[in-house]
C-alpha cells in the first residue's frame, strides 16, 4: 500500500509533455473544482443570493408584489408588536421542544425493544416507518376526523361505552398546538427509530460480551454502554429534527389551518400567509429573515463542531 | 444463538414486548387505515357509520372514479393523468440530485481543495432555509432561462433544493469508506472520473438506496413548488389532489377523496415496503455518521 | 324580449369577432365548488366557438389563497396568465402595478356602464377605465333557516338580534344546536360582519370597515358589535373549529342545527340537497339587515399581453362573460345572481329574485355596502389584520369586547 515507486507518476513528468497534454493534465487537476461548480453557481445564487434578496425586501415597504423602496427595519417592528406572530414564536418553542423530545424518546424506545431479536423485525419496522413516506396532505383530514371529538376517537370511546373519556384538543385554543405534536411524532419517530437501529447495529459487539461477561446486566450495558455510543446519532436526529419543526407547514395548514383562531400559527404559516395573500411581503420576508436567524443560531454551533472537531472516517 | 430455556418470567416478558410493539403499531397504522376503509364504503355508510366500523361490503367504486372520473377543478379525468406527470417530474430530479450529490460528496471526501469544507458547511446551510423564502426569486431565476411553468423547471428546482441533503448524505457515507482505497487507485494513475466509476461507485449501494429513498417521497410528496412552477397541464398529482379534495359538487364525496389520496401516496408507500429494509441498512452503512 | 335582443346582439358580434385571428386564454382561478366548475365550462365552451382555446388553470381551495400565490409568482417571472380571479380593491393593486389590459373598448361596445350598476363598475375600473369584468354578485348577508326546526322549538324564524338570542335559547333548549358554524378565520368573519350590519347599520358599517375611521373603530357601538357577536359563540357546537362551511351548511340541511349565516353559495348545498326554497329552507336577510345588502363580486381580471391573438381572445372572453348566456348560466349554478341589471329572471328561484330586489333597492337607499370579510371593502392588509382579531377574539376565552376593539384599530393602523 505504502510504496512510494509510483510517485513518478503524470504529474512530475508533466514538464516534458506536449503543451496538449499539459492542457489536458491542467484540466485534470482542476477537474473537481470543475465539479463542484454547478453546485457552487447553485449555492451561491439560489441559497444565498435568494437569501440577500430577501432580507433586501424585508427592508422594504412591498405589498402584493416586491416594489423597492426602502423604509429600514420598519417592518421587523411591526413583525415583533403583531400578536399573531408571537403566537406562532411561542408555538414553535413549544412545538419543537416537544416534537424533538417525544420523536427521540419514542424513538430510541421502538429502537430498543425491536433489537431484541424480534421475529418480523422488518414488517414492524416498515409499519413504524412508513409515515414519512406521506405527507400531510395526504393524511391530513384522516387526522382532523381522529381527533374531531364528534367524529373520532372521543366519539368511538364513547360508542364503547367510555362515557367520561375526552379528547377535545383539536377545538381547544390552549391545546391545540399539542396535536400538531401528535402527528407529527407520529410522522417522524419511526425515521427517527431507524436511525437509531441503524446506529444500535454499529456498536461493538465485543464491548457487549465483555460486559456480560462481567456480568452486569441488559439494562445497565444499555445504560452505560449502548446510548452512549449513541451520541452522534441523537445529534444526528436532533438537527434533522429540529430542520422538519422549523419548516413544518404542511401539517398546520392541512390539519388546523392555523385555528381555533391564530392558536395553532407556526411561523413557516406567518410567513406564508403574510407574504402571499395578505399582500405584506415586506413583512413576509421580515419573519423569513427571524426564521432563518433562528435556523443559523442552531446550525452554527453544529456546523463548527462537525467541521472542525471530526476528520475521522 | 444457543437456545436457552425459556423461564416463566422471561417468556411473560417477551409477551408483553410483543404486545407493546402490537399496540404501538395499531397507532401507526390508524390514520391509513381509517382512510383505507373510509375509501371502500359509500357516502351514505360514512355519514352514519362509526370511523373506525368495517365497510359492509367492499366497494373499490370510489377507486375507479377517483382514478379516471373524478373532477378536480374544470376537468373530470381523476388523477391518473397528474399521476404520470408526477413521474416525469420525480425521476429526473431524483436522477440528477443523487448523481450532483454523488459527485459533490466523492469531491468533498477524496478531492478535498482549500475552501471545500466551508463549502459543504454553506451547502449545509442550504438544507435548511424554509422553501417560501425561494418562491418569488425563484420564479424569477427560472423566467429569466425561460424554464417558467414547464416540467424542466420544476425538475431544476428540485435539483436546487435537493442537492444540499444528498451531497451531506454522500458526504458522511464516503468520508466512513477507507482513504487508502483511493490514494492506491490515485497512485495507479487513475483518473477522477475512472476512480469514481470503478473503485467508489460500486462501493455505494447503500447510501444510494438511502438518497433515492429521501429524493423520490420528498419530491413526490412537494405541494408548495408543484403548484407554483408546474405549468397547466403538467401538474403533479399532489395538486391535483388538492384540486380534487376541493372540488366538491354538492356534498362531499369523501370515499372518492380517501381513495384519491392513497392512489396519490402509493408510490412512496410502495418505495418503502420495497426497500424500507434496505433503508435502514444503508443507514447503518454510515449515513448515521459524522 | 330583452334577452332575444341580446342574443342577437351576441351572434352578431361572434360573427365578426371569428374573423380574427384566433388566441388562447390561460385563465387562472379558484372556481372549483358546487357547480362553479360546470358554470366554467360553458364559457370555455362558448370561447371555443369563437375559435379561441382556453387554457384551465385551476387552483382549488382556501377562498384563492394559493391561486394567489401561484398568480404572483407569475407575474414576479414576468410571465401572467392572460385572465385571473382577482376581486375587489385588489384589482386595484395589480392595476397600479401596471399588470392589466385595458377593457373599455369591448365596454364601450357592449355598454357595460349601462348595465352596471356604479358600485359594482367602481371595483372593476381603474382610474377610468375597465380592467375587469364582473362575473357575478354574492348576497353574503343572509339568514339560513330550517323551517321544521323552528316549528319543534315553537319559535319564529328571527329577523333581530334580539329575535336571535331568544330564538337560540329555546332552540337550545329543545336539544338543537342553534347556530351551524365553522370556526375558520373568513367564516368567523363573515358572521362578523353581519353582527357588525345589524348592530351598526350602514353608515357606521361603510366608515369602519371601508373608510377604516379610527373614531368609529373605536367607538362605542363597536364594543357592542364585539359583544353581541361574542354572544352568538353559547350557540354554536363545541365542534366548530376548523369546520368547512358546506359542512356547517349540511347540518342546517339534516336537521342538526337550525340556522347558518352565510352567503348565498350555501344555496347551492340545499339545491344539491334536493331541497327547495320557501318549503325546506328559509332563506332570510341576516338579523337587523333587511334593507341590506353585503356584496361580494367575483371578477375576472385581464393582464396585458403583447400579441394581438391573444388580446382579441381576452375581449372576446370579457364580452361572453358579460352576456347573458354565461350571467344566468354561471349564476344559477352558483346561487349568486347576475351583475348584469335587467335580465330575464324566471330561471331563478326565490331566494334569488329577494336578492336582486335587494340589490336594486339597497343601491337606491346606499345599504348596498362591500363585504369586509370577502375582501371587498379593504385591501388585504387591512383585511388580514381584521380577520386576526376577530377570530382571535371569538375563539380566546379571557379577552374583552373593549380590549378587542383597541386590537382591532391599533392592528388596523399598523397594515395601512
Redesign the interface.
Known amino acids: 500500500?505504502n510504496q512510494q515507486t509510483?510517485?513518478a507518476?503524470?504529474s512530475i513528468n508533466s514538464a516534458a509533455l506536449s503543451p496538449l497534454a499539459r492542457l489536458q493534465q491542467a484540466l485534470?487537476d482542476q477537474?473537481?473544482?470543475l465539479?463542484?461548480a454547478?453546485?457552487?453557481l447553485?449555492?451561491f445564487?439560489?441559497?444565498?443570493?435568494?437569501?440577500g434578496?430577501?432580507f433586501l425586501l424585508s427592508l422594504t415597504k412591498s405589498?402584493?408584489?416586491?416594489?423597492w423602496k426602502f423604509v429600514g427595519f420598519e417592518q421587523y417592528e411591526?413583525l415583533f408588536?403583531?400578536?399573531?406572530w408571537m403566537v406562532s414564536l411561542e408555538n414553535l418553542v413549544i412545538f419543537s421542544f416537544l416534537f424533538i423530545a417525544l420523536c427521540l424518546l419514542i424513538g430510541m424506545v421502538?429502537a430498543v425493544?425491536?433489537d431484541?431479536k424480534?421475529r418480523n423485525e422488518?414488517f414492524?419496522?416498515?409499519?413504524?416507518?412508513?409515515?414519512?413516506?406521506?405527507?400531510f396532505?395526504?393524511?391530513g383530514?384522516?387526522?382532523?376526523?381522529?381527533m374531531?371529538?364528534?367524529?373520532?376517537l372521543e366519539?368511538?370511546m364513547h360508542?364503547w361505552g367510555w362515557t367520561s373519556f375526552s379528547f377535545?384538543w383539536?377545538?381547544d385554543?390552549?391545546m391545540?398546538v399539542y396535536t400538531l405534536v401528535i402527528a407529527a411524532v407520529?410522522q417522524s419517530s419511526?425515521f427517527v427509530m431507524?436511525?437509531f437501529?441503524?446506529?444500535l447495529?454499529?456498536v461493538d459487539d465485543e464491548m457487549i460480551k465483555a460486559a456480560k461477561l462481567d456480568g452486569a446486566s441488559m439494562p445497565t450495558i444499555y445504560r452505560r454502554i449502548i446510548l452512549p455510543s449513541l451520541k452522534?446519532?441523537f445529534f444526528?436526529c436532533f438537527v434533522i429534527l429540529s430542520?422538519i419543526a422549523?419548516?413544518s407547514?404542511?401539517l398546520v395548514a392541512a390539519l388546523?389551518?392555523?385555528?381555533?383562531?391564530?392558536?395553532s400559527d407556526l411561523p413557516?404559516n406567518f410567513?406564508?400567509?403574510?407574504?402571499?395573500?395578505?399582500?405584506?411581503m415586506g413583512l413576509g420576508a421580515a419573519s423569513?429573515m427571524v426564521?432563518?436567524g433562528g435556523?443559523?443560531a442552531i446550525?452554527v454551533p453544529y456546523?463548527y463542531s462537525?467541521?472542525r472537531g471530526?476528520k475521522h472516517? | 444463538m444457543v437456545e436457552a430455556p425459556m423461564t416463566v418470567t422471561r417468556r411473560a416478558a417477551r409477551l408483553g414486548?410483543?404486545a407493546?410493539?402490537a399496540a404501538?403499531?395499531f397507532?401507526?397504522?390508524?390514520?391509513?387505515w381509517?382512510?383505507l376503509i373510509?375509501s371502500l364504503k359509500d357516502v351514505e355508510e360514512i355519514r352514519s357509520g362509526?370511523?373506525?366500523s368495517l365497510p359492509s361490503s367492499l366497494n373499490f367504486d370510489a377507486w375507479v372514479t377517483a382514478w379516471g372520473s373524478a373532477c378536480a377543478g374544470s376537468s373530470c379525468e381523476g388523477i391518473s393523468s397528474y399521476f404520470w406527470n408526477s413521474f416525469q417530474i420525480v425521476i429526473p430530479a431524483v436522477i440528477i440530485s443523487t448523481l450532483?450529490g454523488a459527485?459533490?460528496g466523492y469531491?468533498?471526501s477524496f478531492?478535498r481543495?482549500r475552501g471545500?469544507?466551508l463549502?459543504?458547511?454553506?451547502?449545509?446551510?442550504?438544507?435548511?432555509?424554509?422553501?417560501?423564502?425561494?418562491?418569488?426569486?425563484?420564479a424569477r431565476?427560472l423566467a429569466f432561462f425561460g424554464l417558467a411553468n414547464s416540467t424542466p423547471g420544476l425538475v431544476l428546482v428540485h435539483v436546487?433544493v435537493g442537492?444540499?441533503f444528498t451531497?451531506m448524505f454522500f458526504r458522511n457515507f464516503y468520508?466512513?469508506?477507507?482513504?487508502?482505497l483511493i490514494?492506491?487507485a490515485k497512485?495507479?494513475?487513475a483518473?477522477?472520473?475512472f476512480i469514481f466509476r470503478r473503485v467508489v461507485l460500486p462501493l455505494s449501494t447503500p447510501i444510494i438506496v438511502v438518497t433515492v429513498i429521501w429524493q423520490f417521497?420528498q419530491i413526490w410528496?412537494d405541494?408548495?413548488l408543484g403548484i407554483v412552477y408546474s405549468g397547466a397541464e403538467t401538474q403533479p398529482v399532489?395538486v391535483a389532489?388538492?384540486n380534487l379534495?376541493n372540488t366538491s359538487f354538492g356534498g362531499k364525496q369523501?370515499n372518492v377523496?380517501?381513495a384519491a389520496?392513497?392512489i396519490?401516496?402509493l408510490p412512496?408507500?410502495i418505495?418503502?415496503?420495497v426497500a424500507?429494509?434496505y433503508?435502514?441498512k444503508g443507514?447503518?452503512a454510515g449515513?448515521?455518521?459524522? | 324580449m330583452l334577452k332575444i335582443k341580446a342574443l342577437v346582439g351576441a351572434m352578431a358580434l361572434a360573427v365578426s369577432a371569428a374573423s380574427v385571428s384566433a388566441g388562447e386564454v390561460e385563465v387562472l382561478h379558484y372556481l372549483t365548488s358546487s357547480g362553479e366548475a360546470a358554470a366554467v365550462n360553458v364559457l370555455k365552451k362558448e370561447l371555443e366557438k369563437e375559435g379561441h382555446s382556453w387554457k384551465d388553470f385551476a387552483v382549488a381551495g382556501?377562498g384563492g389563497?394559493t391561486a394567489?400565490?401561484v398568480l404572483?409568482s407569475r407575474?414576479?417571472s414576468g410571465n401572467p396568465p392572460a385572465a385571473a380571479q382577482i376581486k375587489g380593491p385588489?384589482i386595484q393593486?395589480?392595476g397600479e402595478?401596471g399588470f392589466l389590459a385595458s377593457l373599455d373598448d369591448v365596454a364601450k361596445q357592449g355598454k357595460w356602464d349601462s348595465l352596471l350598476p356604479p358600485v359594482v363598475s367602481d371595483v372593476m375600473k381603474y382610474e377610468g377605465e375597465y380592467v375587469a369584468v364582473p362575473v357575478n354578485v354574492h348576497r353574503v348577508n343572509w339568514l339560513w333557516a330550517n323551517p321544521e326546526l323552528f316549528k319543534q322549538a315553537g319559535v319564529a324564524i328571527p329577523t333581530t338580534w334580539d329575535q336571535f338570542f331568544d330564538a337560540a335559547e329555546k332552540l337550545q333548549a329543545k336539544g338543537i344546536i342553534p347556530l351551524a358554524h365553522g370556526?375558520?378565520?373568513w367564516q368567523d368573519a363573515t358572521l362578523f360582519e353581519a353582527v357588525a350590519l345589524g348592530v351598526g347599520g350602514s353608515e357606521f358599517y361603510n366608515k369602519a370597515f371601508h373608510d377604516l375611521d379610527q373614531q368609529t373603530l373605536k367607538s362605542n357601538i363597536m364594543v357592542k358589535v364585539f359583544e353581541t357577536f361574542k354572544k352568538t359563540r353559547k350557540y354554536i357546537?363545541?365542534?366548530?373549529?376548523?369546520r368547512d362551511w358546506n359542512i356547517a351548511t349540511s347540518m342546517v340541511i339534516n336537521g342538526q342545527a337550525a340556522m347558518q349565516i352565510m352567503g348565498d353559495w350555501a344555496k347551492g348545498e340545499f339545491t344539491a340537497a334536493g331541497k327547495n326554497a320557501g318549503v325546506d329552507y328559509v332563506c332570510l336577510a341576516a338579523p337587523d339587515t333587511s334593507g341590506a345588502f353585503t356584496f361580494n363580486i367575483d371578477s375576472f381580471a385581464m393582464f396585458a399581453l403583447s400579441d394581438d391573438e391573444g388580446q382579441a381572445a381576452q375581449a372576446d372572453m370579457a364580452r361572453l362573460v358579460m352576456e347573458p348566456t354565461f350571467q344566468e348560466t354561471f349564476n344559477l349554478n352558483k346561487g349568486s345572481i347576475p351583475a348584469r341589471l335587467g335580465m330575464d329572471r324566471s330561471a331563478f328561484d326565490s331566494c334569488a329574485h329577494a336578492s336582486m330586489d335587494a340589490f336594486v333597492a339597497s343601491a337606491q337607499t346606499g345599504d348596498l355596502v362591500p363585504s369586509m370579510a370577502h375582501g371587498m371593502s379593504t385591501?388585504?392588509?387591512a383585511?388580514?389584520a381584521i380577520y386576526?382579531v376577530v377570530?382571535?377574539?371569538?375563539?380566546?376565552?379571557n379577552l374583552s369586547a373593549k380590549e378587542a376593539v383597541d386590537?382591532m384599530a391599533r392592528?388596523i393602523k399598523?397594515?395601512l
Open positions: 500500500m509510483n510517485t507518476g503524470r485534470a477537474l473537481p473544482k465539479v463542484m454547478p453546485t457552487f447553485i449555492i445564487v439560489c441559497i444565498y443570493g435568494y437569501i434578496w430577501t405589498r402584493i408584489l416586491p416594489v411591526k408588536m403583531n400578536d399573531r421502538l425493544l425491536l431484541q424480534i422488518g414492524i419496522r416498515g409499519i413504524y416507518l412508513y409515515p414519512m413516506a406521506i405527507s396532505i395526504v393524511t383530514t384522516a387526522w382532523k376526523w381522529l374531531n371529538p364528534s367524529l373520532g366519539k368511538m360508542d377535545d383539536l377545538v385554543p390552549d391545540v407520529w419511526g431507524a436511525l437501529i441503524a446506529g447495529r454499529g452522534p446519532v444526528s430542520h422549523i419548516k407547514f404542511d388546523t389551518g392555523g385555528g381555533p383562531g391564530y392558536a413557516a410567513m406564508y400567509a403574510h407574504a402571499f395573500t395578505r399582500g405584506q423569513a426564521m432563518l435556523v443559523l446550525l456546523l462537525e467541521l471530526k472516517g | 414486548l410483543y407493546i410493539l404501538v403499531a397507532i401507526y397504522l390508524m390514520p391509513v381509517v382512510m373510509t362509526n370511523l373506525l450532483l459527485l459533490n469531491v468533498l478531492w481543495f471545500s469544507e463549502m459543504f458547511g454553506l451547502l449545509l446551510v442550504g438544507c435548511f432555509i424554509p422553501l417560501q423564502v425561494i418562491l418569488l426569486p425563484m431565476t436546487i442537492t444540499g451531497t468520508i466512513g469508506l477507507p482513504q487508502e490514494k492506491a497512485l495507479d494513475g483518473g477522477f472520473f417521497t410528496n405541494f408548495l399532489t389532489l388538492n379534495v369523501y377523496d380517501m389520496a392513497l396519490a401516496a412512496t408507500l418505495v418503502y415496503m424500507g429494509k433503508f435502514v443507514l447503518t449515513a448515521v455518521k459524522g | 382556501g389563497e394567489m400565490t404572483k407575474a414576479v385588489s393593486e395589480w402595478l370556526g375558520q378565520a357546537d363545541a365542534d366548530a373549529p376548523g385591501n388585504s392588509r383585511q388580514g386576526d377570530t382571535n377574539f371569538y375563539n380566546s376565552k386590537k392592528a399598523a397594515s
